[in-house]
């Protein structure tokens, strides 16, 4: 994910970008999150969706309760702390029983920084990840917590300067004028930025304590759980969660909603997950970010997205010319169509929009965060 500051004040990359990076019940088509919403979608399953820890700009994770007769299984662990202790707050208030499990889906830290606080509420607890997963979170999300509240860290020295700046001049950083909505939306986000450094520093890194490989099942007490990891997608160790009794399938970050997250991606067996997905029988699925989703349109259309980036890719790829110098054909001379993907999923909307750009858009190929059409030619041309 990227993060970016209010309006035309600017992109901002993820300060770990080596490794960030339609039938639903929405009431909009927006990927950004402005209020937190607790819903029961099923009888014992609620949907947490939390709003963004800076608004447009850096999402949490969704996470979904799952009470059984015995125990409580969470889905993610969403980004900042303070959100996981009112996650946990309104556990305790809808059920007595323990958390007793505690599943992270990806290793993407605004699923999971807040294992510690569960960990703290529900000693007994077992977290439980891919095996990938907890190798990727090792490597990754202790430098990246340290980073958030380090003095010379990005946010301290670049992304809070950078907002003040904007709101102090009310000048963006494309050199125009800001309107009064971009300065209020920097105002929000400046302070949202300073919210989250003090909040990391209550940050504690709690590593999964189950790994598994290709799947586990965990019975609740009358209520069966099914977690999977069916190959490579968004992350090289997603899994996902399905109970086969209530017909909800929770993704994690394989589908999000309403655009897909698509940098450092295998789309050719991300493709393969979401069709073994989709041949299940569900009801609601929960997508690692937005809203529930009450049938499979926006499943089939994620897929229609991946299946033409990889054929166009493959069209391409044996005709591209080799640079004389460098001896090896250049992605930048890919040219992938996902016009009619962008308005079905992006509609008209500018912060969509500004996502889809950072975050889909065919342009963004280079480097290890590279995006969805890098990916493919990777994986067309057997580096990856």
């Known amino acids: 994910m990227n993060r970016k500051t209010g309006g035309s004040a600017g992109k901002w990359a993820a300060f770990c970008v080596v490794w960030l990076m339609l039938a639903t019940c929405a009431e909009a088509q927006s990927w950004a999150t402005a209020k937190r919403s607790v819903t029961k979608i099923a009888d014992g399953v609620y949907v947490i969706i939390h709003k963004d820890a800076i608004y447009a700009s850096w999402p949490q994770g969704n996470t979904t309760v799952i009470v059984g007769d015995r125990d409580v299984f969470v889905v993610d662990a969403c980004f900042l702390p303070s959100s996981a202790m009112e996650d946990v707050a309104d556990i305790k208030r809808i059920t007595s029983k323990p958390v007793r499990y505690l599943l992270n889906t990806h290793f993407h830290i605004d699923h999971n920084a807040g294992n510690s606080v569960y960990m703290d509420a529900y000693p007994g607890i077992d977290i439980i990840a891919q095996t990938s997963t907890r190798r990727f979170m090792d490597d990754a999300n202790p430098a990246f917590a340290s980073n958030v509240i380090d003095p010379h860290g990005r946010p301290s ?19 125009k004028p800001l309107t009064a909505a971009e300065i209020e939306t920097t105002k929000r986000q400046l302070s949202e930025v300073e919210t989250e450094i003090a909040d990391y520093r209550t940050f504690r890194y709690q590593p999964p304590t189950i790994t598994f490989d290709r799947e586990m099942t965990v019975d609740l007490g009358n209520r069966e759980v099914q977690v999977k990891h069916l190959g490579r997608g968004n992350t090289p160790g997603d899994a996902f969660a399905y109970l086969p009794q209530e017909k909800v399938l929770i993704t994690g970050d394989l589908l999000t909603w309403p655009i897909p997250y698509m940098r450092m991606s295998y789309p050719r067996e991300w493709v393969e997950v979401l ?21 499979k349109s926006y499943l089939n259309e994620v897929i229609a997205m991946l299946d033409s980036v990889i054929q166009q890719v493959h069209e391409q790829a044996s005709h591209l010319k080799v640079n004389s110098q460098t001896k090896v054909a250049s992605v930048d001379d890919l040219h992938v169509n996902l016009d009619r993907f962008r308005k079905s999923m992006a509609g008209g909307d500018p912060e969509n929009l500004e996502f889809w750009k950072n975050i889909v858009d065919p342009g963004m190929i280079g480097g290890v965060n590279q995006g969805v059409v890098g990916r493919a030619y990777a994986e067309e041309t057997g580096k990856l």
Do not use: W
């Open 157 to 175: 020295t670049v992304i809070v300067p950078s907002l003040k700046k904007a709101f102090e001049s009310g000048m963006g950083d494309d050199g």
């Open 275 to 295: 069709r073994s997905m989709n041949r299940l029988d569900t009801e609601f699925i929960v997508p690692g970010h937005g809203a529930v989703l009450k049938d």
